[in-house]
């Protein structure tokens, strides 16, 4: 195991080494009338009509929001099909066919420093808003209804993170994007008007750390600084990464912002800056390609709304054709497996994993609390599994499954190799009837 693990950090180091490569768009983009946020979805376009790039052809509703879906290109309306979408499900996308022109909305327009500088925090709730920025790391929780807090904010807390084995996306993007980061920094300052940003990174960025000294001279003064944090999962997780910046533990039921503070992914924080800069949508990502089942494990910047299928051939397509393959969107630890490579890449897909697929023995549990031990929310994983089994509901209650953040460091852990984090995941559940 600790071989493995070594490999796959060894491996994660070699990628984040690599140039991230462009791919450019392909004839057809699919983009999804529905999401795991958002369970309703309204097209206002009809096939044959023609769309801009950023053009707003529907709008996707949640429990307690609404968003914008904005066309990544400039085409021909085609119709529908349904493909996987990053949740693991399949779900039904619309087709444009791309013209290649990528003929812009006449709403997308720069705006200068100087009127940057005089925007009021409604203002960039708005602007975040009808862009449809969400959480970049992987959360897609709308940015503006962060933005909109009205509570007194003292520290905004920038996650550089990415703790999961193989991704590298937000590593290269930072090493290669880092004004736009910390632009991105600026606003977020002036909308909470908080003086106190941290960058949060591994200790073992040592090219992020670098890169960052440097161009953070040009900030001097502005409240804006780089803290290192352990290397360890899931010291990316919101509440870790807090208390490792700041040394404040949120409370089980609380939210970040009722200590007055706040946490961005470094994506999200550029992409904010795109939108207030620019009035644009997200139109591109960097993504990971990685995995055994890959020649070639690379870096690449796609455009949103791209068929995995097409993007595949520019890592060298598979390894070996013969083999069965496990795909994974996002990362290996709460990633969303998929039973094959009809997926579409969409915004908060920050990695695409291609595995040989190997078989898993299941065996018995045998208490050795080594869930118990790795669980970074303090829960006994085993014994939720246990009442799941026996569909105990008042003691899978008791337990407070709700606690988990699905880090997956329970199966990783399990010397049994059971699927503990899916007996919690089914507790959760459970507990809600």
């Known amino acids: 195991m600790i071989k493995k693990v070594r ?3 060894n491996g994660k180091k070699t990628l984040g080494l690599l140039p991230t490569i462009q791919v450019p768009p392909p004839p057809i983009i699919y983009l999804a009338v529905t999401n795991a946020r958002a369970g309703k979805g309204e097209i206002y376009v009809k096939p044959g009509e023609r769309v801009l790039m950023g053009q707003v052809i529907g709008k ?5 929001f609404e968003q914008n879906i904005h066309s990544t290109v400039s085409g021909t309306v085609k ?21 290649y022109l990528d003929e812009k909305v006449p709403s997308i327009h720069d705006r200068s420093e100087e009127e940057i500088a ?7 709730v708005e602007i975040a808003k009808e862009t449809s920025l969400v959480g970049l790391g992987g959360s897609s929780f709308p940015t503006y209804i962060k933005l909109a807090s009205k509570n007194q904010i003292h520290t905004l807390v920038i996650n550089g993170v990415e703790c999961e084995p193989f ?3 937000d590593h290269r993007y930072m090493l290669e994007n880092p004004l736009k980061v910390l632009e991105g920094c600026r606003i977020l300052q002036r909308c909470f008007n908080c003086h106190n940003l941290i960058i949060g990174i591994k200790k073992k960025y040592k090219d992020i750390e670098t890169v ?4 953070l001279r040009r900030y001097d003064k502005q409240g804006i600084r780089l803290m290192k944090v352990g290397n360890f999962y899931p010291q990316g997780w919101e509440n870790a990464l807090i208390k490792a910046t700041t040394g404040i533990q949120i409370e089980a039921g609380k939210r970040p912002l009722d200590y007055g503070v706040l946490e961005f992914n470094v994506s999200t924080t550029a992409g904010l800056y795109e939108a207030v800069k620019h009035n644009e949508p997200v139109f591109e990502r960097y993504v990971s390609f990685a995995g055994d089942g890959l020649k070639y494990p690379s870096n690449l910047k796609v455009r949103i709304g791209m068929p995995i299928r097409y993007i595949l051939p520019y890592c060298g397509g598979y390894k070996d054709e013969t083999t069965p393959k496990v795909f994974i969107l996002g990362g290996p630890m709460m990633g969303a497996s998929l039973p094959s490579d009809d997926a579409i890449f969409t915004k908060t897909v920050t990695s695409i994993l291609v595995l040989e697929k190997k078989e898993n023995k299941e065996e018995t549990c045998i208490r050795c609390g080594s869930c118990v031990l790795s669980c970074p929310t303090g829960l006994n994983p085993a014994q939720i599994m246990r009442a799941v089994k026996s569909a105990n509901r008042a003691r899978v209650k008791a337990l407070h499954p709700e606690k988990c953040i699905e880090c997956g460091l329970c199966t990783y852990a399990c010397t049994s190799h059971l699927s503990v984090t899916d007996y919690v995941r089914r507790g959760k559940l459970l507990a809600k009837l």
């Open 7 to 9: 490999q796959i950090e």
């Open 60 to 64: 996707r509703s949640g429990p307690f």
């Open 167 to 169: 991704i590298s996306a």
């Open 118 to 124: 005089s925007l009021t925090q409604e203002e960039i």
């Open 79 to 99: 119709g529908y099909s349904k493909h996987y979408h990053r949740s693991g499900k399949e779900v039904e996308f619309l087709e444009i066919a791309n013209d």
């Open 212 to 215: 960052y000294q440097e161009v």
